[in-house]
């Protein structure tokens, strides 16, 4: 009887597999899907958070009004008075009880979205009130009181015997009116103009304005200045080019609370200015940080002062330049 024979199957039979190119698809797909899940999954977050900001604003004002009506058509001092307390979102409040008509804005902010409700605007509105920062960005303020002369010269004063500063309405960089700096004598050196602002210990300040050669200051121009409060004289960019606006800025770390002197001036070791010698200077911003904005004070769009118009400080969202 003959034996049945059987196949013996090599040992060294390839498997079926996948090549690289299909794991590259495969790898490709999965990447595909992954970012259309993570654009949806930020969709719906962005929507929730603005959503949310939506309905805080929503229940703040009703909660202002209802304190409005029970104190007399009296708006409450701050939020906190009239029961708004929200974890998840950061609110703004403006509120002015002695004008007529009374007057509030409200900004209600999560993450990047932010919403609006006041006197005035009835429903939630994109954006932030007047000097409420929005978007997630914090407000600023610009420390100068009377930043562009609009109505008054307070606030500056002449260098020296040698200078004579004068409002102007002759040349401006904004608004209507301008600093006009004379050198008057060539007795005591430098000419400019200064201003005194109180400053922290510890704290980074920023000033800058702009300045409008009418005559040359020699090879240093005009620049921006300070005593620094406790520190040594610290000197900006110098402007040199004569007949067109530029801006000067200086950034310094004072070591004192107290008053530190912020000059727009002939730098020290220049030389003399000649009698008759000029310059304008306008629009000055003194904030903190290191930041040199763009200059922005009470009457910029979404500013607001904080006191009375072109005698306080004021408040807005930043740009930088």
Not at 98 to 115: D, K, L, M
Not at 173 to 192: D, E, H, I, K, R
Not at 248 to 269: D, E, K, M
Not at 285 to 297: I, K, Q, S, V
Request: glycine share 10%; aromatic share 10%; with cysteine.
């Amino acid at each position: 009887m003959w034996a049945t024979s059987r196949k013996i199957q090599p040992l060294n039979k390839p498997h079926p597999g996948f090549t690289i190119v299909e794991l590259l698809i495969v790898i490709v797909v999965i990447g595909i899907l992954a970012a259309i899940t993570i654009v949806s999954f930020n969709g719906v977050q962005n929507r929730a958070k603005a959503s949310a900001a939506q309905q805080s604003v929503t229940q703040a004002n009703r909660k202002v009004l209802a304190y409005s009506v029970q104190n007399a058509d009296q708006y409450p001092a701050d939020l906190a008075t009239a029961g708004v307390t929200d974890a998840d979102t950061t609110y703004q409040y403006s509120v002015n009880n002695a004008s007529s008509p009374r007057t509030y804005c409200i900004t209600a902010t999560n993450g990047v979205f932010s919403y609006y409700q006041s006197n005035t605007v009835t429903s939630p509105t994109t954006g932030g009130c007047a000097g409420h920062g929005q978007g997630g960005v914090a407000a600023i303020t610009n420390y100068v009181t009377n930043p562009g002369v609009e109505i008054v010269q307070s606030g500056y004063n002449p260098n020296n015997t040698s200078s004579s500063v004068s409002r102007s309405t002759a040349l401006f960089y904004t608004g209507s009116a301008s600093l006009l700096v004379q050198s008057v004598n060539a007795t005591n050196g430098y000419n400019g103009a200064n201003m005194s602002m109180p400053v922290t210990a510890g704290k980074t300040y920023t000033f800058s304005a702009w300045v409008y050669l009418n005559s040359a200051y020699g090879a240093s121009g005009v620049g921006a200045t300070t005593n620094g409060a406790g520190t040594s004289v610290k000197q900006g960019n110098l402007i040199t080019t004569i007949g067109t606006w530029q801006r000067t800025s200086v950034t310094f770390t004072p070591t004192l609370t107290s008053n530190a002197s912020l000059y727009v001036i002939t730098p020290s070791g220049s030389t003399v200015a000649t009698v008759g010698a000029s310059f304008y200077t306008d629009s000055w911003m003194f904030t903190e940080g290191t930041t040199l904005y763009d200059f922005a004070d009470g009457g910029s769009t979404n500013w607001a002062w904080t006191g009375t118009a072109q005698a306080s400080t004021s408040t807005g969202p930043p740009s930088g330049n």
